[in-house]
């Protein structure tokens, strides 16, 4: 469980710079340089997750059960699943009007992830990870609209066209991971 809470805490911690530190970080992105601080930020991501990863697989080997999750959460979970992907894929489809309205999808789709995910699992181990991760991400929205608030951040209005295709890639995204991908890369058959 070390390893894992080592590696939630260098991630989240690297990843709340702009939450808790936003002046330190801009302070040492200028004295450092673009590229250099790209790097370093990447190495210590790539780092951290690692280490979550083999953290989880250890810990996941002696789970501790806290709760065990009543059967329909793991339809629930699906279903929060994708809507997750649909907020994840409204991050990267221009114009769309998810983005419009919501304006930090990616962040609602770690939050929704997240929130999936502890209502389906009842290990220490699981809940240390998403509660995590839901915390982080809650933290991260509130700052980030409180800052869009006060720079004047607009965002484009979205299209119906660009907003389908966002919904069609999110659920299309969410069924080959479910069916595919879930399996061999996190070892859980999600149905």
């Known amino acids: 469980m070390t390893i894992l ?10 990843h709340s710079i702009r939450i808790f530190a936003e002046d330190w970080r801009n302070r040492v992105r200028a004295r450092m340089g673009q590229l250099p601080w ?5 190495v210590v991501s790539i780092t951290s997750l690692l280490l979550i990863i083999w953290g989880y697989s250890l810990a996941r080997q002696a789970p501790i059960v806290i709760w065990t999750p009543p059967p329909f ?3 629930l979970a699906a279903l929060l699943a994708v809507i997750a992907f649909v907020f994840i894929a409204a991050a ?8 419009a309205r919501l304006h930090h999808p990616m962040t609602l789709g770690i939050k929704t ?7 389906a699992n009842g290990t220490l181990h699981d809940i240390l990870l998403f509660a995590s991760f839901l915390v982080w991400a809650i933290l991260l929205f509130r700052v980030s609209r409180k800052r869009d608030a006060a720079l ?17 890639t999110g659920i299309a995204g969410a069924i080959i ?3 595919w991908l879930h399996l061999p890369l996190i070892g859980v058959r999600p149905f």
């Open 5 to 14: 809470i080592l590696g939630l805490i260098l991630f989240l911690g690297l």
């Open 38 to 42: 790209r790097a370093l930020y990447s």
């Open 73 to 75: 959460t793991r339809h």
């Open 92 to 99: 990267y489809v221009p114009r769309n009007g998810i983005k």
């Open 113 to 119: 992830w997240a929130l999936a995910h502890l209502i």
């Open 152 to 168: 004047g951040t607009s965002y484009p209005p979205g299209s119906s066209g660009a907003t389908a295709l966002t919904i069609v």
């Open 177 to 179: 991971f479910a069916l």
